[in-house]
């Protein structure tokens, strides 16, 4: 076997195998490894002059190998491995070099044995000499007889037990043939497995003979239900579908098990449909169909000239109302409907403080400051109004859900009665407000561990406890199963329609990845145009056993097959536009055990961030060795395992074993972490613990999440005389971190694409120690099948650098179409693959789309921002400033260190570039790259206020704080970029952008004397605060204490690097302005800086850098 081979390592990874041969060093050292691209193939791997040549080699039809050499050199065939290796020592044989040294595996230090919790299976298959000769015989091949004789038989064990319980009670008829099949039979059925039947017919045959009576009043009832259920269903066109009559008609060869199944199942679905026709006929909209949401009340301080007056809002979801009252018990008279309701923008400075943007006629709209009573009210407050907005919108489809993430070790502990706090997030850490605890979750995703319970009793059970949360009977959607690791989906019935192409698998990393008592299970689906992805995962446990669980994961990412089957170069990090990750990681804090008295009291006294920074889950993801490119919500509650068991005010964290005392100290196992495509909506809404599940030894974690979504796009317009549309890719420069010697190409993957599509072969320019540079000269233009914006700004392209030797992948990244809305942009990608990173992709992109406009999305609602003139504002008219809030648009914040350089514009023509602020250079680990592609929350600016310019600065006013800046609707809002990129050839200027209906609705800005100007320098010193907070923003490190929880939203112009600092506009008079012909509505005002800037007319180019730094310019010239 191959196996056994030295220089064979199996399913290694490729920058694994090219570590082990540079390690070895000689020329000539080559391994066997598993091709990634093709399955049943193999990869040769040589070493020479410190560059790493890799062979395919291919079976034919006949199952018999070739090596793939160079041209000119005979195929040779070969039957086996060992013969082909053999062969492959003399020279000349078309290898680089002729093989010399194998390089041998290294050998992994033994795992001690976990205890091991086995799915139920059937009983030890050892059977007396007398009962069972030949099937012990059989048996006893390759052991030894002695040791199997020793065990008592299957017959005595179970007779024995039969002894000594009292059956007293049960029918005459019945002991008989229990003791009858335990005498004799239950051998007779264990040779039937042996022998590949597993079907136990003669433990069938005593159920049915025991269950007699019951299997006939079942085939008496059946036929009475399939009736009733008949009249209850909608009428079925002749021949459409089978009756459970059918279905069920073979009784004879069904066990009764299964035939109550049918009928519990039956029940249940003609419960439903009465409910619902009942529901249907009298207008209720609860129960199964819509959860009503009754009125909520909240006591606020209204913020108006200075003075806070305490008043009450009234929010009524199903009425689509918002009441201002002075008093609880007021009238009712004064309100907005929801659609007069224009914007929230929550503030960052005061956490618990919220503006009302609102339209008080056609032509004005008015804008409200209110103070909550905590951080809590607020948001319960938002998200009931997001729930009104959402309801009332009038849209067929939606473009946001509601996901719920929970996991729970359940300590092989059946779960209490009420379970309800799990789902209505209550408990510890950032929890959900009781005025939000009537809001359904659109998704339900309940992940499990130990889990002792039946698929369909926990199942119930959950449907159960959300039945009496919501009063809605969610849909089960799926549920995967590994020994006790499980996942359940569940979802509202009125996505059922939406949620398509459902796949699951398991993948097992118990002890030598063979037993399935750590490992993951997965589910993935399509709701409308839109991908998620939920793995639940239980690794190897141990707080010495961090490597362990960092191969855990990686063995997840790469053999856990879920989504579109056509991604197969991508591993599930990129195959979904949201991917989650929960489950009991077991990560623990890296502490001594001698301090796990005063990790107890820094627990009480709610001092975490020690604790946190010593977290092996941080730690691991700063050194970039798993989870790259994820993001987890600020932890802000206690460590969920290792309680005692019926409380939550004591830690069990020593263990007595035979080898002595095991310490397991107070650690957040239990995690919830997610990864989205760039520039996608996600938001998380809570991120917490229970306080009173307390059968296990951890606590059950919950998140919630708000989350973008695209429906299945109808054009209104007709395709066949719509503009094409167009992609275009250029410029394109990686740096990868391989040595291996082959010529590269880049693949564009898409759902907008009818099918990938293949870039030339790059040129390989620079090949520094342990890293090649490859330059893709050219363009690449892909056509996308609709042109729509409002279609194709959602999309997304995958990219996947591949090499031409053996066709594997070696490094993914993706890049947001969003992104190049406006015009030609640069973007910046870190690669990874296979969890690690592999290099980085610069390049630009240019979008063409048809005419069109795109609708607003329900999540754009709300916003974050500061406002320092919040009761300087008034009323007034829509063409004019109603407020000073700086909002700010948060995207994704970070995927897979994708970086846009942007002036978050929103009229079409605008521009928008993105580029690193670094370069890659040899001298530099890669990992010190600066990356870009930061959350806001871990910056120390507003993202709506940048500049199309090349200088950065930020003033400060005496106290510290930035001064109030007032946006010239002329000029826009200002940012800053720096650093010079390999050449980039200019965009093409015929490839024009379109004039949209919104364009000619505008006259073109009027250009009026500069009044201001102001100079920036490259090496101004940033004040401390500010470098402290960029400094410490890299994509590449968790903020996982410092970071402060900012609710993120779509941003339309991406997110610039780090290092990069605001220029505020300096405030002035503004300059009169020319009266527009179509006055602008609320998101024209300051509240929305990104969207009131000057378009580009076609064929206007925006700068572009190129490889000579220009000398930076002191203000903006007039255009």
């Known amino acids: 076997m191959i196996s056994h081979q030295p220089w064979y390592?199996?399913?290694?990874?490729?920058?694994?195998?090219?570590?082990?041969?540079?390690?070895?060093?000689?020329?000539?050292?080559?391994?066997?490894?598993?091709?990634?691209?093709?399955?049943?193939?193999?990869?040769?791997?040589?070493?020479?002059?410190?560059?790493?040549?890799?062979?395919?080699?291919?079976?034919?039809?006949?199952?018999?190998?070739?090596?793939?050499?160079?041209?000119?050199?005979?195929?040779?065939?070969?039957?086996?491995?060992?013969?082909?290796?053999?062969?492959?020592?003399?020279?000349?044989?078309?290898?680089?070099?002729?093989?010399?040294?194998?390089?041998?595996?290294?050998?992994?230090?033994?795992?001690?044995?976990?205890?091991?919790?086995?799915?139920?299976?059937?009983?030890?298959?050892?059977?007396?000499?007398?009962?069972?000769?030949?099937?012990?015989?059989?048996?006893?091949?390759?052991?030894?007889?002695?040791?199997?004789?020793?065990?008592?038989?299957?017959?005595?064990?179970?007779?024995?037990?039969?002894?000594?319980?009292?059956?007293?009670?049960?029918?005459?008829?019945?002991?008989?043939?229990?003791?009858?099949?335990?005498?004799?039979?239950?051998?007779?059925?264990?040779?039937?497995?042996?022998?590949?039947?597993?079907?136990?017919?003669?433990?069938?045959?005593?159920?049915?003979?025991?269950?007699?009576?019951?299997?006939?009043?079942?085939?008496?009832?059946?036929?009475?239900?399939?009736?009733?259920?008949?009249?209850?269903?909608?009428?079925?066109?002749?021949?459409?579908?089978?009756?459970?009559?059918?279905?069920?008609?073979?009784?004879?060869?069904?066990?009764?098990?299964?035939?109550?199944?049918?009928?519990?199942?039956?029940?249940?679905?003609?419960?439903?449909?009465?409910?619902?026709?009942?529901?249907?006929?009298?207008?209720?909209?609860?129960?199964?169909?819509?959860?009503?949401?009754?009125?909520?009340?909240?006591?606020?301080?209204?913020?108006?000239?200075?003075?806070?007056?305490?008043?009450?809002?009234?929010?009524?979801?199903?009425?689509?109302?918002?009441?201002?009252?002075?008093?609880?018990?007021?009238?009712?008279?004064?309100?907005?409907?929801?659609n007069k309701i224009l914007q929230l923008v929550k503030s960052q400075k005061m956490q618990n403080r919220l503006v009302l943007m609102v339209e008080t006629d056609k032509e004005k709209t008015q804008r409200k400051d209110f103070v909550f009573d905590d951080t809590k009210k607020r948001e319960g407050f938002c998200q009931l109004l997001q729930q009104m907005k959402n309801k009332h919108s009038g849209k067929p489809e939606p473009d946001m859900i509601t996901i719920f993430v929970g996991t729970w070790n359940m300590g092989n502990a059946n779960p209490p009665h009420n379970i309800t706090s799990w789902f209505q997030s209550k408990g510890q850490g950032k929890t959900r407000d009781d005025t939000a605890n009537q809001i359904p979750h659109d998704i339900y995703v309940i992940g499990t561990q130990e889990d002792p319970l039946g698929e369909k009793e926990w199942v119930d059970t959950v449907k159960g406890s959300l039945r009496d949360i919501t009063n809605i009977s969610f849909k089960h959607i799926a549920t995967q199963t590994l020994w006790s690791i499980r996942i359940v989906v569940l979802a509202k019935p009125e996505h059922e329609n939406r949620i398509s192409h459902i796949f699951s698998d398991s993948v097992k990393t118990g002890i030598a990845n063979a037993l399935g008592n750590k490992g993951a299970v997965g589910v993935s689906f399509m709701f409308n145009g839109t991908s998620f992805g939920f793995v639940n995962s239980h690794l190897t446990s141990g707080s010495e056993k961090k490597l362990r669980r960092n191969q855990n994961y990686i063995s997840i990412l790469r053999f856990l097959n879920l989504g579109d089957k056509k991604l197969n170069p991508f591993d599930i990090t990129h195959s979904f536009t949201h991917l989650f990750w929960l489950g009991d990681l077991n990560y623990r804090v890296d502490l001594p055990s001698q301090e796990a008295e005063i990790i107890v009291m820094k627990i009480k006294q709610q001092q975490y961030q020690d604790l946190l920074a010593r977290d092996q889950l941080n730690m691991e993801r700063e050194e970039e060795k798993v989870f790259l490119d994820y993001d987890e919500e600020e932890i802000t509650f206690s460590p969920t395992y290792r309680f005692e068991r019926d409380t939550r005010e004591k830690y069990a964290y020593t263990k007595a074993k035979a080898t002595g005392t095991k310490y397991n100290l107070p650690s957040w196992c239990d995690r919830v972490l997610r990864k989205s495509y760039p520039l996608a909506h996600v938001v998380c809404n809570s991120y917490g613990?229970?306080?009173?599940?307390?059968?296990?030894?951890?606590?059950?974690?919950?998140?919630?999440?708000?989350?973008?979504?695209?429906?299945?796009?109808?054009?209104?317009?007709?395709?066949?005389?719509?503009?094409?549309?167009?992609?275009?890719?250029?410029?394109?420069?990686?740096?990868?971190?391989?040595?291996?010697?082959?010529?590269?190409?880049?693949?564009?993957?898409?759902?907008?694409?009818?099918?990938?599509?293949?870039?030339?072969?790059?040129?390989?320019?620079e090949n520094t120690e342990g890293s090649i540079k490859v330059r893709f000269g050219g363009q690449v233009e892909l056509t996308p099948i609709i042109a729509d914006p409002e279609y194709l700004l959602d999309q997304h392209i995958l990219i996947c650098v591949k090499s031409t030797d053996c066709d594997e992948s070696y490094g993914e990244g993706c890049v947001a179409l969003r992104s190049a809305e406006n015009a030609y942009t640069e973007f910046y990608i870190k690669l990874t693959h296979h969890g690690e990173r592999t290099g980085l992709l610069t390049g630009g992109i240019q979008l063409r789309t048809s005419e069109g406009k795109q609708t607003e999305k329900l999540y754009d609602f709300i916003k974050v921002g500061d406002d320092p003139g919040a009761s300087k504002s008034k009323t007034g008219d829509k063409t004019k400033k109603s407020s000073t809030v700086h909002t700010t648009d948060i995207s994704n914040p970070s995927y897979m260190g994708v970086s846009y350089k942007s002036n978050n514009q929103a009229d079409k023509g605008s521009g928008n570039i993105m580029s690193p602020r670094t370069g890659p250079s040899s001298g530099h680990s890669f990992k010190d790259m600066t990356l870009g592609n930061l959350s806001p929350k871990k910056t120390g600016y507003d993202h709506s206020t940048s500049s199309p310019t090349e200088k950065a600065s930020s003033p400060l006013t005496e106290d510290g704080q930035p001064p109030e800046m007032i946006d010239n609707p002329l000029y826009g809002s200002v940012s800053g970029s720096r650093g010079a990129k390999d050449h980039l050839y200019p965009p093409d200027a015929h490839f024009a952008f379109p004039k949209t209906d919104l364009d000619a609705d505008r006259q073109p800005p009027v250009p009026t004397p500069r009044i201001r100007s102001f100079t920036c320098s490259e090496t101004k010193p940033q004040s401390s605060s500010v470098t402290n907070t960029t400094s410490s923003s890299s994509g590449l490190q968790p903020q996982h204490i410092t970071k402060k929880p900012v609710v993120p939203s779509r941003s339309e112009g991406g997110v610039i690097g780090p290092g990069r600092l605001l220029v505020p506009v300096k405030s002035r008079p503004s300059p009169p302005q020319e009266p527009q012909l179509k006055p602008r509505d609320y998101r024209d005002s300051s509240e929305l800086p990104s969207k009131i800037r000057p378009p580009v007319r076609p064929g206007q180019l925006k700068d572009v850098h190129h490889e000579t730094p220009q000398p930076p310019k002191m203000g903006r010239p007039l255009k």
């Open 689 to 765: 613990c229970t306080n009173d599940i307390m059968t296990s030894d951890h606590s059950p974690v919950f998140a919630t999440f708000d989350v973008g979504v695209s429906s299945q796009f109808v054009s209104k317009n007709d395709l066949s005389k719509d503009a094409q549309g167009a992609i275009k890719f250029m410029n394109c420069v990686a740096v990868l971190l391989t040595k291996s010697k082959t010529k590269f190409f880049i693949e564009y993957h898409s759902s907008c694409l009818e099918k990938f599509v293949k870039s030339p072969e790059g040129e390989n320019q």
């Open 9 to 338: 390592h199996g399913n290694i990874t490729r920058s694994a195998a090219e570590d082990l041969l540079s390690k070895a060093g000689k020329d000539g050292s080559f391994l066997l490894r598993d091709s990634e691209s093709i399955q049943g193939a193999y990869a040769l791997c040589v070493l020479y002059q410190n560059c790493v040549y890799t062979y395919r080699i291919l079976p034919n039809e006949e199952k018999k190998l070739s090596v793939q050499a160079s041209e000119g050199v005979p195929i040779r065939f070969f039957s086996a491995l060992p013969d082909l290796v053999e062969a492959y020592y003399k020279e000349n044989m078309g290898l680089v070099t002729h093989l010399q040294y194998p390089v041998q595996k290294e050998e992994e230090p033994e795992e001690e044995p976990e205890p091991v919790s086995l799915p139920p299976q059937l009983p030890p298959r050892n059977f007396t000499p007398n009962e069972c000769k030949d099937f012990h015989s059989d048996m006893s091949r390759g052991m030894e007889r002695g040791t199997e004789l020793a065990r008592p038989s299957i017959s005595d064990t179970y007779l024995q037990r039969l002894q000594q319980m009292d059956i007293s009670n049960l029918p005459e008829e019945h002991q008989k043939s229990i003791q009858e099949y335990f005498r004799s039979s239950v051998c007779l059925d264990a040779e039937q497995v042996q022998n590949g039947n597993p079907t136990l017919p003669h433990f069938k045959k005593l159920t049915l003979n025991i269950c007699k009576n019951l299997n006939s009043e079942i085939a008496r009832i059946l036929p009475s239900l399939e009736a009733l259920q008949r009249l209850l269903d909608p009428p079925l066109s002749p021949g459409s579908g089978r009756l459970w009559s059918q279905v069920s008609g073979d009784s004879a060869n069904q066990s009764v098990a299964f035939r109550i199944e049918q009928l519990t199942e039956l029940i249940y679905s003609i419960e439903d449909k009465t409910k619902n026709a009942v529901f249907e006929f009298v207008g209720y909209e609860g129960g199964h169909r819509k959860s009503l949401i009754p009125p909520v009340t909240f006591e606020v301080k209204s913020d108006s000239i200075g003075i806070s007056n305490k008043m009450y809002l009234k929010v009524d979801v199903e009425g689509g109302k918002v009441f201002f009252k002075k008093s609880k018990d007021g009238p009712e008279d004064k309100y907005f409907v929801h």
